[in-house]
């Protein structure tokens, strides 16, 4: 079998219609490139379909159960919030893309959480008790002790209507953001940042675009995480804090720290030496391809049309382009922008989490409305007891 193989080859040994193919894809579950000899047309990995159709001609038990319970090992759980389509993300059916040219964060927020009212980041009159005082420290530690702080003192989601939690939950990512080092204030959420790190309107302006392509991005593992704290009535800090947690990983929110690792290497001994290194010995780029958008990702496309990256770092991920084909994505983008505005070191992850706060949150209220905790099943395959011991 090729290596590589057309869609209508595919659907055909799945016995799919196309549709179905690119769900496929989305989920990542079929790798995709595009045709090299007509750029209209995308080749799919063989292996990937293969392994599809064997899974397939085998059946599977539980697949009804798994959408509906969490038993079995895909899980899948309804939302409205966010989706990919045609290698695009979507919030509430609109661009993400095309929100960032000129939506605030506060704007999307209120998409998202369907709120009634306009939603305000600057905290006036929801000041919480783990609030940092002025003159304190700001960063990734100050934020995870504000939020530890809220999530043990907060109440259950239960019985509150929806404009009281929503009003705890600008208060919270207020909070949070100020404690990442957004200054205190009435202004936009990515003003606030821009002078918190002293930087100009313009760069004001990336700070937003970034920021709102990076506040949702469908069923990842941190909204995943928030949503199983929800389905139990947690408090909508701990929520957070369990979603935040969990984005706060080197495969997750905190994979541009990979990269400006990378880049720092990239800076030091040069983009070729390093370039040489890591393809020699099959080591993966950080900040380079996403299963999700094979043909490059497009959050990263919007950031990086704003400013050019340092010379050296244009170059590096041009050449790996050129060498690989993997376009960079948010992670490299992130980075990037950090070394050309020269922001903070963790500045980053800081925006990533701030932004992401918001989808997080979205996906706890989201998950209010469904009245089942979300307890998946685990497979046994320790051990097995003797049914006959005595008990």
Not at 7 to 32: N, W
Not at 34 to 62: C, F, I, M, W
Not at 166 to 173: A, F, I, R, Y
């Amino acid at each position: 079998m090729a290596s590589w193989i057309s869609m209508a080859e595919a659907c055909s040994l799945l016995a799919v219609r196309p549709q179905t193919l690119y769900a496929y894809v989305s989920r990542g579950k079929l790798e995709v490139m595009t045709d090299p000899s007509d750029t209209r047309r995308s080749l799919y990995r063989a292996e990937d379909v293969a392994n599809l159709a064997r899974r397939k001609q085998a059946g599977r038990k539980h697949e009804t159960l798994a959408a509906n319970t969490l038993f079995g090992s895909e899980p899948s759980i309804p939302t409205a919030l966010s989706t990919f389509m045609r290698q695009r993300l979507y919030y509430r059916g609109q661009d993400a893309i095309a929100l960032a040219r000129t939506a605030t964060v506060e704007e999307v927020a209120q998409l998202l959480w369907a709120s009634e009212q306009p939603v305000d980041f600057s905290c006036a009159g929801h000041a919480g008790k783990g609030r940092s005082a002025p003159g304190e420290s700001t960063g990734r530690v100050a934020a995870f002790m504000l939020l530890g702080s809220l999530a043990a003192t907060g109440h259950s989601t239960r019985g509150r209507m929806t404009r009281v939690l929503h009003n705890e939950c600008q208060s919270l990512v207020g909070q949070l953001a100020e404690a990442f080092g957004a200054k205190p204030g009435t202004a936009p959420l990515h003003q606030r940042f821009a002078q918190g790190w002293k930087q100009s309107a313009r760069v004001a302006e990336h700070l937003r675009t970034a920021m709102v392509v990076l506040m949702d991005h469908e069923l990842t593992s941190s909204a995943f995480a928030a949503r199983i704290a929800a389905s139990n009535a947690a408090s909508l800090p701990a929520c957070l804090l369990t979603g935040l947690t969990t984005l706060a990983a080197p495969l997750h929110g905190d994979a541009s720290g990979r990269v400006q690792a990378l880049f720092s290497e990239v800076e030091r001994v040069g983009e070729d030496q390093v370039i040489a290194h890591y393809l020699s010995s099959g080591l993966p780029l950080a900040g380079f391809g996403h299963h999700l958008y094979p043909d490059g990702d497009p959050r990263a496309a919007a950031l990086l049309e704003l400013f050019e990256p340092p010379q050296v770092i244009a170059r590096f991920i041009r050449k790996v382009t050129e060498l690989t084909g993997q376009q960079p994505n948010i992670d490299a983008a992130l980075a990037a922008m950090v070394a050309h505005h020269r922001l903070p070191a963790d500045a980053a992850f800081c925006l990533f989490a701030t932004a992401r706060s918001v989808g997080l949150l979205a996906h706890s209220l989201e998950q209010l409305s469904e009245s089942q905790v979300i307890r998946p099943r685990g497979r046994y395959v320790g051990v097995m007891p003797d049914a006959t011991a005595d008990t």
